[in-house]
């Protein structure tokens, strides 16, 4: 099984700050990751798949990088509609997510 | 705009049986891989089964194989999940999610709350 591991698990930021989340694969996945965002009582919410291809809607401000084994999700200028929880997902050989990254208010 | 409806969570005791459903709407239901993803009480997402458009391909996460069987109608664009022999910790939100090309998760429900408790 391909685990994926997430840091931090909490973050802790301001508006306008530049954050990054680092999701780890426990061995190479190529590009084959999503990242999600979900808020308190809602269903995920794609951001991002094949590593950096954002999906449709999502704004420019998120932006995904990586492959094998180690890939980041940026947010250049933190929104207040962006605190929330954060899942990186690999689909290289069925499904798994991290643990989740929580970004909250500084 | 695609629509993706669970139901069926309720309370039940451990060991006992429970049948979830997902009304998809919106969209050409048997064109898409249907999947069930699940969320304990404050923790992470975990997927746990998948089913192709056809029905002919089944995969299920250790954690639920031979207790959760998922199937699916798509005469009437549902997609089912039977839990059997439930534990505590299958306690969770259950969503239904759509998969995008056998890769990641395009839409997801509202979710439908399990809690297995006596």
């Known amino acids: 099984d391909i685990q994926m591991t997430q840091s931090p698990s909490t973050l802790s930021a301001s508006v306008g700050d530049r954050v990054t989340i680092t999701c780890r694969a426990s061995?190479?996945?190529?590009?084959?990751l999503a990242w999600y965002q979900q808020k308190p009582g809602k269903a995920p919410k794609l951001l991002i798949h094949?590593?950096?291809s954002l999906e449709s809607g999502v704004p420019s401000r998120f932006s995904g990088s990586g492959s094998g084994t180690e890939f980041t999700l940026t947010i250049s200028s933190l929104q207040p509609d962006d605190f929330a929880t954060y899942y990186c997902?690999?689909?290289?050989?069925?499904?798994?997510f991290g643990q989740g990254t929580k970004v909250e208010i500084k | 705009e695609v629509q993706l409806v669970e139901s069926g969570g309720a309370l039940v005791q451990p060991g006992g049986s429970l049948r979830l459903s997902c009304a998809a709407s919106?969209?050409?239901?048997?064109?898409?891989?249907m999947n069930w993803v699940r969320q304990a009480p404050g923790k992470g997402l975990e997927w746990i089964s998948y089913?192709?458009?056809?029905?002919?391909?089944?995969y299920s996460a250790d954690s639920v194989k031979g207790r959760f069987t998922i199937s699916r109608d798509n005469a009437r664009n549902s997609l089912s999940l039977e839990m059997n022999s439930l534990r505590a910790e299958d306690t969770a939100v259950y969503y239904c999610?759509?998969?995008?090309?056998?890769?990641?998760?395009?839409?997801w429900g509202q979710g439908t709350l399990v809690i297995v408790s006596s």
């Open positions: 089913i192709s458009g056809g029905g002919e391909t089944i």
């Open positions: 094949k590593a950096s």
């Open positions: 997902q690999q689909y290289s050989n069925f499904w798994t």
């Open positions: 919106g969209f050409t239901f048997s064109n898409y891989e």
């Open positions: 999610a759509r998969l995008q090309s056998g890769n990641f998760f395009t839409s």
């Open positions: 061995q190479s996945i190529s590009s084959w």
